[in-house]
T-cell receptor, first 114, second 114 residues
Framework: IAGITQAPTSQILAAGRRMTLRCTQD?????MYWYRQDLGLGLRLIHY???????GKGEVPDGYSVSRANTDDFPLTLASAVPSQTSVYFC?????????????FGPGTRLTVL | DQQVKQNSPSLSVQEGRISILNCDYT??????FLWYKKYPAEGPTFLIS?????DKNEDGRFTVFLNKSAKHLSLHIVPSQPGDSAVYFC?????????????FGKGTKLSVIP
């Protein structure tokens, strides 16, 4: 593994089903983030984690939950998927070392909820 | 309320010419600005950044200019190359926000015509 990996690459999901998007990084970055990208709306932050064991809500957290049991993994769960959650989801990570704020992104998961 | 604005959804430039991508922000607390480049079906990749204590940062063909009084920044690409064709996102963050969350603009699609 080099950098950030996300799984699955793409998924078609029936509405009402539960889904977990996986994200793993091997850079020992403290902070991790989940974004969704929708056409015409750019990237919007769903949830973040400053360090293992802590999480916080971003701009669009409703319908999503996250956990951060260790440094490397940051899964995003949709408890009961709805069509409006159709989007491309990006995981990102950052080394907490001010003032450098660059976040490194994974390749994305394309999710379609029918 | 959109705090980071990229008012041009698209831009076309001839190969060899200068590309200028613009970004405006409304939150005066932002103190660090970044540009990301995104190819289709890939995650965003960090391009260049600038701290609010500077007004210019240069890296090869890429230069970012910051005008704090106008709350405006721009990315200059000189000379433009066909491989620069991508969506460019402007992002901003503020120190002391803990998570160093990034607020993204909606993106500008740059097309460099050979």
């Amino acid at each position: 593994i080099a950098g950030i990996t996300q799984a699955p690459t793409s998924q078609i999901l029936a509405a009402g089903r539960r889904m977990t998007l996986r994200c793993t990084q091997d850079m020992r970055h403290n902070a991790m983030y989940w974004y969704r990208q929708d056409l015409g709306l750019g990237l919007r932050l769903i949830h973040y984690s400053n360090t293992a064991g802590t999480t916080g809500k971003g701009e669009v957290p409703d319908g999503y939950s996250v956990s951060r049991a260790n440094t490397d993994d940051f899964p995003l769960t949709l408890a009961s998927a709805v069509p409006s959650q159709t989007s491309v989801y990006f995981c990102a990570s950052r080394l907490n070392r001010a003032p450098y704020n660059e976040q490194f992104f994974g390749p994305g998961t394309r999710l379609t909820v029918l | 309320d959109q705090q980071v604005k990229q008012n041009s959804p698209s831009l076309s430039v001839q190969e060899g010419r200068i590309s200028i991508l613009n970004c405006d922000y409304t939150n005066s607390m932002f103190d660090y600005f970044l540009w990301y480049k995104k190819y289709p079906a890939e995650g965003p990749t960090f391009l260049i950044s600038i701290s609010s204590i500077k007004d210019k940062n240069e890296d090869g063909r890429f230069t970012v200019f910051l005008n704090k009084s106008a709350k405006h920044l721009s990315l200059h690409i000189v000379p433009s190359q066909p491989g620069d064709s991508a969506v460019y996102f402007c992002a901003a963050s503020k120190a002391g926000a803990g998570s160093y969350q990034l607020t993204f603009g909606k993106g500008t699609k740059l097309s460099v015509i050979p």
